[in-house]
């Protein structure tokens, strides 16, 4: 008898086992408050040794549990969403490629290793985001890999700078940089900054959705993304009290408020969710720089299920769809994928901060503890802002694809009757329900004291509610024979194009010198050096050459003459 | 516009383009069938009500007239069919042509000897298989 097991279902055997074995150690550490440190020498050579360190604490171990999960589902979910792929091999390959690569950077508490990793990401998600071979995907994987070797350069500027200190583990120094390190730790934040798209890196993250949707699911929502919350959540020590903790936490309540602006005016699906991860991942990191690590972590791991959740559904639905990414295309779903727009619901609303739900906990704490924090009034009007715009966007995307008329072509077969691709979603849907919950039990077993007034405290559910209901009626008047739209064209232009942040990343930032490079070219390469450096070189050399060859040809004359001269000169001087 | 421009554009095929794209932009901001319709029509009723105009000077003013307004309002997001050049589905997968493989280095190609031989030979029969069936093909003129 032989067994055939297709690759995707041995990964998912292999990552479910690794995160069950990983959450149960991570569960473990959370009670013994024990880090273990494995140190591995690889190299010893005259007393210098090279050590491989690997850090295995609670928030590592669950981390990596989660980003095992995740991929699992992923890849249980690609055996039937790249099922018809000619390279789905290949496709396999890269994705393991990336846990693994994820996995070093999780696990390094060392800046050279984390860098490893960090770079490995890099690569791998170049390698997934241009996996499709058009234009599309070719240049949003270019602007992905630059955008993110801006960060891996400020890592190694960081690495320069740390090598004065004779370590690079800062799982210890950390505690110990003062403001004498502001430089590295402004390499840092760079760095994160880069990874977690923030203003004004975020252009790459909308555009890496020309990946795959399940790519989409694992890298670009719950792991590759938060990296940069994770590197920022390590050094954490080393940020409290810096300058640095004010800068971030601007820029990361812009992107959050810019972020949720774009994707109330964006029309692809996998756009709009990529917008609302961008939001969430200012949602990060603004708690962090506010100097609660442990609740961007929280928030970080709940945001993780459902928004993996969520591109899920929408792969099954862009499949169903034939291909269409647009929500002007799709509509009324509920009644033909009552399963799918199931999930996507629970991931919405998880995603709002509806009560019970796994981002409930998370968030909601989030935003009440940043209430009660000592910040200035714009980043709290943009925090509450910016919770409204999440919810006004989730029903926005709600009315458009899920509700309404159904709107592609007449001849059409949707259904959600894949059970591989739902079967997997099942985990995260769970995960959605219960994550929050359980994870809030687990990690913060004495309560976070929260004290606020009655109006603070219903803020953030008035906020919900008003931005659910501006998101639906807005929308449903918006469906209208006089577009209100085009009388405000060119503030809508600029909030539908992410405040034109993708020109301004691209063509803005090359065309200079680009155009500095056609002149040199056409002046300098191709000009003077042309005339000065290897035509002139070569008329020059062949004249001097010319002469050369003639006194060596006319050698018997030539003696003769110079012997004449010899004579001359000596008759001269004997006399 | 990279390609050479064989033959004239006449005054009627820029109108006629006009009002497809101006369609297609109206199709981007009306996402309901029965609006687009709607707007559609009075699109059609104001391309009309110029049809008789026979003063080429003025036709032509109309038509840079309609140029400007549509690209004043553009979508910025315009729909795209997803297989169609501009979507998102588009050439996703590209498959090689199979002459490539004629092209291969004879290094690459000794990596797989069996394959090549076996190639070559079908190589030769497809050719005698078309010189039988259709004949053998004229020498070139020149």
Redesign the interface.
Known sequence: MIWKISMNEISMLGLFLGSLITGSLALLKIKSGVMDVVEWELFSLMGSSIVFTLVLDWISLLFMSFVFVISGSVLSYSGSYMAGDKTFNRFMYLVLAFVLSMSFMVLSPNLISILLGWDGLGLVSYALVIYYQNEKSANAGMLTILSNRVGDVAILLGIGLMSSLGSWNFLFYSYYMDESWMLLKIFLMISAMTKSAQIPFSAWLPAAMAAPTPVSALVHSSTLVTAGVYLMIRFSAALEGSMIQSFLLVISCLTMFMAGLGANFEYDLKKIIALSTLSQLGVMLSILSLGFSDLAFFHLLSHALFKALLFMCAGIIIHSVGGYQDIRFMGNLVKFMPLTVSYMTIANLALCGFPFMAGFYSKDMILEVAFMSWINFIALLLYVMATGLTVMYTFRLIFFSLTGEYNLGSLSNLSDEDFLMTNSMSILGLGAILGGSVLSWMLFPECYMICLSGVMKMMVLMVSILGGLMGYILNFMSVNYLLKSIYNYKSVVMMGSMWFMPLLSTLKLSEKSLNMGFQMEKVADKGWFEFYGGQGLYYLFSQVFFILNSLQLNSIKVFMKMSMVMIIIFMILSM | MSHIVTRVTTHSRKVCSLYKRSLRNLE??????Y?YR??AVLLRARFDENKDVKDMRVAQQLLDEGEKELF??IH??P??F??SPG????????VPPDWVLDYWHPMEKAAYPEYFARREQRKKEYIEWWEKTYGKPAEPAH
Request: net charge positive.
């Open positions: 981007a901001w009306y996402d309901r069938r609006m709607y707007r004043s309002l910025y997001q729909r795209q997803a297989y979507g998102v589905a588009h050439g996703r997968e590209v």
